[in-house]
């Protein structure tokens, strides 16, 4: 009896050694609220949306101690839509993140579908990513600031922290029998955060963006962009045929008090056009560049208020002038506890020159806040009022 006794002991003392080793964290955020946009291609729109300020989701977070320091560690996190319970992110089970990797003294290895590197080191630092949400962010997202793309496929490393700067790259294999660089995305980025100042810059570069399976088309879904609506910003609709995508990133912040001031600055340029798709500018490239301004203030320790100026350039388009969008944003933030916060945020946007339309013909500029149908002219207003909760 004695002996079954310690038996059972022995094996329950094991059994807690290893649960105290491993863990699973279930994890998510819901988010939802209302919205006035006053252009939605000409009519004013007023609805309920899902996942403005942060994407709603839920998740699952694990880790396994393998001892030594050595870690195995794995992500699953799936988007949904809060109005309809519908699954985001082209209809993927897990389409916001997915990977399994492993994790040391020296950084981190994981392997899926993942963030890239101007998203980790320099997306933090636009106002779309603290207070702002995705109406907030460069307009069309057209740098891949606010994560409007993931990269499948993936092999990431992440450094350890040196003292506040950390660093690290991604590969994305295109998965093309017979074109090792077909549909591949590489992306290297380093940031350093150092009491009130915190600096990020990033490199990410995308073969064929708009192919089935490329970048732009992160579902895995759908064979061209224009007939699947892939470049439906008319930002960036007439330059998504191009070779190649590059975006080149940097932004700061600085703290001083309650107040924060930050800027971002990228250099995103479409090359080689029509490899994707026909083109009448085939073999041409080009470029935009996008700078912000932002800042935001603590108020009280639940309240904070925050404002933003984005300023878009195009490249020059034949017989046209170039497209510039002036976008400025205003956004409120009140924690109701850890937890749960309400907000308003309103962004306004106005538009000049010409672009090109995803046929690739010239065209006048419109507005396009991010995540919202485009306007049907230069100008385009929206405002939400919104509930966060985390769990």
């Not at 496929?153 to 040196?162: D, E, H, L, P, R």
Request: charged fraction near 10%.
């Amino acid at each position: 009896m004695k002996k079954s006794l310690l038996a059972l002991a022995a094996l329950g003392t094991f059994a807690g050694v290893a649960h105290a080793q491993s863990s699973v964290t279930l994890y998510g955020i819901i988010d939802e609220g209302f919205n006035i946009n006053t252009n939605s291609g000409g009519k004013h729109l007023y609805n309920l949306s899902s996942g403005v300020l942060q994407g709603s989701r839920f998740g699952l977070r694990g880790t396994e101690d393998l001892g030594g320091g050595l870690k195995a560690i794995f992500v699953l996190e799936s988007g949904f839509d809060v109005n309809n319970g519908k699954q985001l992110q082209g209809g993927l089970m897990f389409g916001r993140q997915a990977y399994v990797g492993l994790s040391s003294q020296f950084g981190t290895v994981t392997l899926g579908r993942q963030y890239d590197s101007v998203v980790d080191y320099v997306g933090p630092l636009e106002a779309g990513d603290q207070w702002g949400g995705y109406i907030a962010a460069h307009p069309g997202d057209l740098d891949n600031f606010n994560n409007a793309y993931r990269t499948n496929n993936t092999v990431k490393f992440a450094s350890k922290n040196y003292g506040g700067l950390t660093f690290g790259g991604t590969y994305s294999f295109g998965g093309q029998a017979g074109n090792f660089s077909g549909n591949q995305i590489w992306s290297l980025g380093a940031g350093y955060a150092n009491g009130p100042l915190v600096l990020g810059v990033g490199y990410l570069n995308a073969r064929t963006p708009a192919a089935s399976g490329g970048l732009f088309n992160d579902s895995g879904t759908a064979a061209t962009a224009v007939a699947t609506g892939i470049a439906t910003s008319p930002v960036y609709a007439g330059y998504a045929s191009a070779n190649t995508y590059q975006v080149i990133g940097a932004g700061g912040a600085y703290t001083f008090g309650a107040a924060t001031i930050g800027a971002t600055y990228s250099n995103i340029r479409f090359g080689n056009l029509g490899a994707s798709y026909a083109s009448p500018f085939a073999g041409q490239s080009f470029t935009l560049n996008n700078g912000e301004l932002n800042f935001k203030y603590q108020l009280t320790p639940a309240l904070l208020i925050g404002a933003a100026y984005d300023y878009t350039r195009g490249a020059d388009i034949h017989s046209g002038s170039r497209a510039q969008y002036h976008q400025g944003s205003l956004g409120v933030d009140y924690f109701l506890s850890k937890r749960t916060d309400v907000y308003v945020i309103g962004v306004y946007q106005h538009a000049l020159g010409d672009t090109l339309s995803a046929a690739g013909t010239p065209v006048e500029a419109r507005a396009a806040i991010n995540g919202l149908s485009p306007s049907s002219n230069q100008n385009q207003l929206t405002a939400r009022v919104g509930i966060r909760h985390k769990f």
